[in-house]
């Protein structure tokens, strides 16, 4: 197995353009997770879904975010329009059933936001 | 949410010495896991263990849930061991998603 994909690897863009980050489970873990991690605030879960619906976004800082996974091998993370402040690593991860198996987490996208 | 605390923030060891880390919480949990997350940013899951101990290789971990804390013994440690390691439980009356200390950032010197 692939493991979890995210693309892309790094993201550079303008103050107020819109960003979107890629996410590619591994095949039949139903459970998919959105972090954050910044050196003020550490590791943040913004949303996570199961069996392609969301169960909790109360982490989603403000309505510029938005996630959506549209099947169960692909999840989108959208922000519109991004500011300096969204600059940060975005990990996705994924798992089975529960959490007790583990994460897989992929290897982020690092954003950066002028 | 729960809160997650990991002790001491920072440790540099010379390579071979051996190293205890601490995860302490503030609720019972019914999950708890160790991540490893290397110098490169890749999080690499080390161990399950919402209760008692286990054993990997160099790597051990122990979790008292009745006194809400969890150890991590890294034995005669290797320059490879260097990166951040956190700890990250659930709460069962929130759902599935983890709660993530701060971490503990570790240095291994040659």
């Known amino acids: 197995d692939a493991g979890v994909i995210q693309s892309p690897r790094h993201e550079v863009t303008e103050m107020g353009q819109e960003v979107t980050l890629r996410c590619k489970p591994i095949s039949g873990h139903d459970y998919l997770f959105w972090y954050r991690q910044t050196m003020m605030r550490g590791l943040e879960l913004l949303i996570y879904f199961n069996n392609n619906v969301p169960i909790d976004d109360s982490g989603m800082p403000e309505d510029r975010f938005s996630a959506k996974m549209p099947n169960a091998s692909f999840s989108t993370l959208k922000i519109q329009p991004s500011e300096p402040r969204d600059s940060a690593v975005y990990f996705c991860?994924?798992?089975?059933?529960?959490?007790?198996?583990?994460?897989?987490f992929g290897s982020g996208t690092r954003l950066t936001v002028v | 949410g729960i809160q997650v605390e990991q002790s001491p923030p920072d440790l540099i060891l010379q390579e071979g010495a051996n190293s205890t880390l601490r995860c302490n919480f503030s609720d019972s949990v019914n999950n708890l896991q160790w991540f490893h997350q290397n110098p490169w940013g890749q999080l690499i899951n080390l161990f399950y263990i919402p209760s008692g101990t286990k054993q990997n290789g160099r790597l051990s971990a122990t979790t008292v849930a009745t006194e809400r804390y969890s150890l991590l013994y890294i034995s005669s440690s290797q320059t490879t061991d260097s990166g951040v390691y956190f700890c990250a439980v659930v709460d069962p009356n929130t759902g599935n998603q983890f709660y993530f200390g701060t971490g503990t950032s570790l240095t291994v010197i040659p």
């Open positions: 991860a994924s798992s089975l059933t529960s959490p007790r198996y583990g994460y897989t």
